[in-house]
């Protein structure tokens, strides 16, 4: 099975800040790489697939990239409202997937 | 407009069985494969099983293999999980969600709120 691992697990930065999350992957996974936000008691949202392209609505300070097993999420320019927790998630083995452990975003 | 609404949970006892249902609604249903993501409190994300949009392939995590039966009734655009067998490593939230296709890539595209599962005596 593939397993994806994220760093860091959590994370303290300021509104205004660029931010870096990354995902790994066991094996190469191509781009078969989705993220996801979550905020508290709310059902993730889908942010990016195909490693990096925005799902329609996404704003563009949310960027992802890499190919294989690194992954990164970026964030330029935190809003109030992306505190949140982020996820990678992996859809290479057809219809099974597997999620990071996620990250906490937090304020500073 | 996508519209997945859970149903079903509740408190069972080690052992027990539930039965959780996902009505959608604002899609083609029949075309879609239907995932079942669950999260332990405090805890992650974890993918739980897949069912593609005829019913046909059906996929699961390790951990709920033998015990647990994704299935759908594309007449009344509804997804189900019948969960037996029932661990207290069971207890979650557990979402429905939509698989889509982008360019290709498969995606969890929309969600539902979930349903709590307590297994517990």
């Known amino acids: ?108 | 407009e996508v519209h997945l609404l859970e149903s079903g949970g509740g408190l069972v006892q080690p052992g027990g069985s539930l039965r959780l249902s996902c009505a959608t609604s604002g899609f083609t249903f029949n075309s879609c494969a239907m995932s079942w993501v669950r999260q332990a409190p405090g805890k992650g994300l974890e993918w739980v099983s897949t069912i593609s949009g005829s019913g046909g392939p059906t996929y699961y995590v390790d951990s709920v293999k033998g015990r647990f039966t994704i299935s759908r009734d594309n007449s009344k655009n509804t997804l189900y999980l019948q969960m037996n067998s029932l661990r207290a490593d069971d207890t979650a939230l557990y979402f429905c969600a939509k698989d889509s296709l982008y360019s290709g890539f498969d995606s969890l595209d929309s969600w539902g709120q979930g349903t709590l599962v307590t297994v517990s005596s």
């Not at chain 1, 960027?63 to 294989?68: F, H, I, T, W």
């Not at chain 1, 859809?91 to 597997?98: G, I, K």
């Open chain 1, 1 to 108: 099975d593939i397993q994806m691992t994220q760093s860091p697990s959590s994370l303290s930065a300021s509104v205004g800040d660029r931010v870096t999350i990354t995902c790994r992957a066991s094996q190469s996974i191509h781009t078969y790489l989705n993220w996801y936000q979550q905020k508290p008691g709310k059902a993730p949202k889908f942010l990016i697939y195909a490693a990096s392209s925005l799902q329609s609505g996404v704003p563009s300070r949310f960027s992802g990239s890499g190919s294989g097993t690194h992954f990164t999420l970026t964030i330029t320019g935190l809003q109030p409202e992306d505190f949140a927790t982020y996820y990678c998630q992996h859809s290479y083995t057809t219809l099974m997937y597997t999620f990071g452990q996620g990250t906490k975003l937090e304020i500073k």
